[in-house]
């Protein structure tokens, strides 16, 4: 391997500037035939396959057929919810029964945190579930909760069913990657109008297309955490005469414990995020409340319940990630069972008093309205301040940005024949994978345009690649410095930490504040959500390089900037692409977010497809977005293993 | 050893590749070295044969890749081979059904491994009970049994802590202990040692030693070390690019090793604590006065003896028979032959 290497290599030196040329010169062609034959320009209405109306009528005609089933499901699922909600919020009217007061869930919420993480997660865990009834937010947040908590098992016991299925079989493990590839490549919101055709609106929706979601990380987890179980562990159960069964319950899943947890915080975090998102399908609850606000363009509002979510995201977040770090504790024998259970047990009189305290002040039972306070009042001062002082400022930077940068970018990426956008990614795949690698750009692309999605595409493909360049542009840098400085990158991985916690839907909230709706607002929505994997692919890219080679460049004399260029960057380079690659990936999931806010690619497409069940148009333009993603993954990934091994790393 | 084996292999096979039972029969059974290169197979196993007898310690050795694991696993079924036979107390091993094999592993087999593969999730104590749990033995009886194995392998007190509280010595002794708790017949041991320091590597020999004294188990034994093999088995098989090259007891094989490749592995052994005086004796008879040394006397122990007397020694067998001499010169080409060379 390494003597085909040392060959490959002065060859590859020297082959890209003939490929380039040959490439350049194909792209000369295809623009001077665009030119002559106007088909090879610009693709004819007349020649667009009515696919997007033929999903639909499918989906119509399915729907109906399907309806005793899908009722059925939605039967089944809508039990194990009521029960949640009338726990955590709603109670029993007909029986008068009230719900679990709010100091038990606070308190509980404490409990558990303290029973995970001890102090800090307690105070955190306690702190954030007040500042939902302090901020009047209860009933929503909890509506909201309640689908989490009742989707996450479905999910996470679906994904775990799933992904063992998929060790045990070669075939499944290889068909359930693809479907997993382009479910999780797929916006959240095009999930919605497949789940609303068949569902109808409302919370049991939500859920099922959360399941959807929330569902292939888990099994990706599981199979990898099975996988990854150490040979001897597994031979030893085989040894110590284990069935199959037993090797799968008693061995392989505890000891693949933590990743399967790894795959449980994907879960609880994917929820989340979907079960903000389905307001759109009408689910009620933070994410509707939200939504609300941000139509209706009432800033402090918007605020105040963005971070109630994001509270809500960053303590599930460090509960399951705590839970994942816990190692089982010894135990003295001897322990009497009050002290080994103390947790359940303090719950336990937790509830009883403060029910029984419920029933003397109603102010325990449901916090009462007029203590609730808010915090919006001067938030909205504040943004018509800005929009009265600031914005004029504002403004002309963004129209110049708008007018002299986006606006010649989206005409020239409109301008492209189809022939040359569909041959450039053909060519680089062909370039690093051959033509496997080049057929997938042209077949994915191609249904696009003859489904008559043009347009929105290359609308999405300009932003999505300028947002790209930026992302790059500020990311690399700023892990570089992470990797020179420790105290810089403490500061960049607590930010990054903490910006991957919101929920996508919050980064539209200060967008909108200081830059109202246009192109360069998406831009930015985009960039803040998007830059975080290309700072941290870049940091832990520089620190794996390895130590030796480093100081082999010291002693070469090389300064600490040829250092950097010269063999730094070259060795980490294969991470740092992979970073660019996520990056792409979460700029096209914020792609649908920021139709909330006004867009013309093609998550607009799903979003406006929602309200009139127009499930192909949905569906398609869904699928249009995972496509982008699917090729830019398997370029970059072909391009990071090509030069990994060039590196004598692959 | 004329009781009937406790294990035998018959040209036994284990061929990693696309279609290794078609290669097999392709070549006539018997490929050669240059058919497994020319298509890109692996014979990791290549037809071996041999026995275990009840109560031995058997070494397999060889260096990193010659098929050591695979044969042990092959013959536990942890894979299947390719072709060949395996007998276990005469029934053959390869015709078990899976529910067999389970039976057979619950109460036949231990085994222990070279990275431990402790159950991470489990106390010490369920560790070692684990076995017993999963052939649904009562939760007293399993763990009765565990805390015995874990006072025989020198752990009580620690019967509570987790594999990562443990040193890696003390880990392996919990695999050890897992591995006895069914009372199995026949023991294999995968390179136990290796991932431990020279000085607890030592005492867990030690240690092993005390435990087949008490025990009289049927042991495979894996070690790429090889004193490791000389102090610990009756008989050393060596392997080499999944061959079984010699298979002998230690003096045999220091004193007539069957190749170049084995001699290597000899080249530093200790001679004067392998070969006994009968083996490098002469077959002259000297007249026994007085000064003589038993045949199955190490040479080191009778070294001092015989170096620095002028004349050669009688050597009498343990009913006083004389059956050779032994002289100087001859004791010294036998502590150093390649300076006799
Ligand atoms: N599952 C497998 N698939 C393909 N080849 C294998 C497999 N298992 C083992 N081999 C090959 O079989 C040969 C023998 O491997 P084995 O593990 O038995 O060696 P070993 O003697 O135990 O070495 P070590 O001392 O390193 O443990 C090696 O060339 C190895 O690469
Ligand atoms: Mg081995």
């Not at chain 1, 888990?218 to 150490?230: E, H």
């Not at chain 1, 985009?526 to 002693?555: D, H, K, S």
């Not at chain 2, 015709?95 to 087999?109: F, S, V, Y």
């Not at chain 2, 392998?153 to 019967?159: D, I, K, M, T």
């Amino acid at each position: 391997m390494t003597s085909s290497a040392a060959v490959v290599r002065p060859a590859a030196a020297r082959a890209p500037p003939l490929d380039l040329i040959a490439m350049v010169a194909v792209l000369a062609a295809l623009l001077v035939l665009a030119q002559l034959v106007p088909v090879f320009d610009k693709w004819p209405e007349a020649l667009v396959i009515p696919v997007r109306g033929w999903v639909t009528d499918f989906f119509a005609w399915f729907a109906q057929t399907a309806k005793p089933v899908t009722r059925a499901i939605a039967w089944l699922l809508a039990q194990p919810l009521a029960l949640v909600e009338a726990l955590l919020y709603r109670g029993i009217p007909a029986w008068k029964w009230p719900p679990l007061p709010w100091p038990a869930i606070v308190l509980g919420a404490a409990l558990l945190g303290h029973w995970i993480g001890g102090r800090p997660l307690a105070l955190l865990c306690g702190l954030a579930s007040f500042y939902l009834a302090l901020f009047g937010l209860w009933p929503d947040a909890m509506q909201t909760l309640a689908i989490v908590l009742v989707t996450v098992p479905l999910a996470a016991i679906s994904g775990l069913l799933l992904g063992i299925w998929a060790t045990r079989s070669r075939r499944a493990e290889r068909v359930l990657n693809v479907i997993f590839d382009v479910m999780q490549a797929t916006p959240h919101m095009a999930y919605l109008g497949p789940v609303v055709i068949l569902f109808g609106f409302g919370q049991v929706p939500a859920m099922l297309a959360t399941l959807g979601f929330a569902l292939p990380p888990m099994a990706r987890c599981t199979i990898l955490g099975i996988r990854t179980v150490p040979r001897d562990v597994i031979e030893a159960g085989h040894m110590a005469g284990c069935t199959p069964l037993q090797l799968l319950w008693k061995v392989e899943l505890p000891a693949a414990e933590r990743t399967l947890l790894l795959g449980l915080n994907q879960v609880v975090m994917q929820t989340l995020a979907m079960a903000v998102i389905a307001s759109l399908v009408g689910a009620s609850g933070l994410g509707q409340k939200l939504l609300f606000s941000l139509q209706q363009l009432q800033i402090g509002k918007a605020v105040e319940q963005g971070v109630a979510i994001t509270l809500i995201a960053i303590v599930l977040d460090r509960m399951t990630q705590a839970f994942m770090r816990r190692n089982p504790q010894r135990i003295a024998p001897g322990t009497p069972w009050v002290r080994r259970h103390r947790y359940l047990v303090a719950f336990g009189v937790l509830v009883v008093v403060t029910i029984a305290a419920a029933r003397m002040f109603p102010a325990l039972a449901i916090y009462p309205k007029e203590l609730t306070l808010s915090y919006g009042g001067p938030i909205n001062d504040a943004v018509r301040w800005i929009s009265r002082n600031l914005f004029p400022y504002v403004k002309p930077i963004r129209d110049s940005i708008t007018i002299w940068l986006l606006l010649p970018l989206r005409d020239f990426y409109l301008f492209l024949p189809w022939p040359v956008v569909i041959g450039i990614p053909a060519m680089i795949g062909w370039h690093f994978g051959g033509w496997r690698l080049a057929l997938l750009p042209v077949g994915l692309l191609g249904f696009l345009m003859l489904a008559g999605f043009w347009t929105p595409l290359m609308l999405t493909l300009y932003l999505v690649t300028s947002t790209t360049v930026l992302c790059v542009i500020i990311g690399i840098p700023l892990g570089i410095w992470a990797a020179r400085r420790p105290l810089a990158a403490r500061i960049i991985n607590t930010v990054c930490d903490t910006l991957q916690t919101f929920p996508s839907f919050i980064y539209l909230i200060p967008v909108i504040m200081l830059f109202q709706t246009s192109d360069l607002s998406n831009v930015i929505a985009m960039l803040a959500y998007a830059t975080v994997p290309a700072i941290r692919f870049t940091y832990l890219g520089l620190l794996r390089v390895p130590q030796a080679t480093v100081e082999a460049a010291t002693a070469a004399g090389a300064t600490a900037a040829q250092r950097l260029r010269k063999v730094e960057l070259p060795i980490a380079f294969p991470e740092i692409l992979l970073g660019i690659n996520q990056t792409i990936m979460m700029a096209l999931a914020m792609v649908a977010i920021t139709a909330l806010i006004g867009s013309r690619d093609l998550g607009q497409e799903i979003y406006k497809a929602l309200p009139g069940a127009d499930t192909g148009r949905g569906l398609l333009a869904g699928l249009g977005i995972a496509f982008i993603g699917i090729i830019a993954d398997r370029l970059i990934g072909a391009w990071a293993q090509k030069r990994k091994k060039e590196l004598g790393m692959g | 050893m004329t009781a009937p084996a406790k294990i035998s292999c018959r040209h036994l096979w284990k061929i990693f590749g696309p279609d290794p039972q078609g290669f097999l029969k392709r070549h006539g059974e018997a490929p050669k070295d240059e058919d497994f290169a020319r298509e890109n197979y692996i014979g990791a196993v290549r037809d071996v044969s041999f026995d275990v007898y009840p109560g031995e310690i058997l070494i397999i050795m060889g260096l990193s890749g010659s098929g050591k694991s695979t044969l042990i696993r092959a013959i536990t079924r942890l894979n299947d081979p390719t072709q060949g036979q395996i007998l276990l107390d005469g029934n053959d091993l390869l015709k078990a059904t899976p529910a067999e094999l389970i039976d057979l592993r619950r109460h036949k087999m231990g085994m222990v491994f070279q990275h431990f593969g402790l159950l991470p999730h489990r106390s010490v104590l369920s560790n070692v009970a684990f076995p017993l749990e999963v052939r649904g033995a009562a939760r007293e009886e399993r763990e009765t049994r565990a805390r015995e194995m874990i006072k025989l392998v020198g752990l009580e007190g620690r019967e509570d802590y987790f594999p990562r509280e443990l040193s890696g010595g003390q880990q392996q002794r919990v695999g050890i202990a897992r591995s006895l708790a069914v009372e199995p017949d026949i023991w294999f041991l995968d390179e136990p040692f290796s991932a431990l320091d020279p000085l607890i590597r030592r005492e867990m020999q030690d240690e092993f030693l005390r435990l087949q004294k008490l025990l009289r188990k049927t042991i495979v034994f894996i070690t790429h070390d090889f004193d490791e093999a000389i102090r610990l088995g009756d008989r050393i098989g060596i392997m080499k690019d999944g061959r079984l090259v010699q298979l002998a007891t230690p003096e045999d094989m220091v004193s007539a090793p069957a190749d170049d490749y084995v001699r290597e592995f000899t080249r530093n052994a200790p001679r004067d604590r392998i070969l006994t005086v009968g083996a490098v004796a002469s077959r002259e008879h000297v007249p026994v006065n007085g000064v003589n040394v038993l045949a199955s006397a190490k040479i080191g122990d009778a070294a001092a003896l015989v170096l620095s007397s002028d004349k050669a020694i009688a050597v009498i067998d343990a009913d006083g028979k004389p059956v050779g001499a032994i002289d100087r010169k001859r004791m010294i080409a036998a502590l150093y032959p390649d300076g006799a060379r």
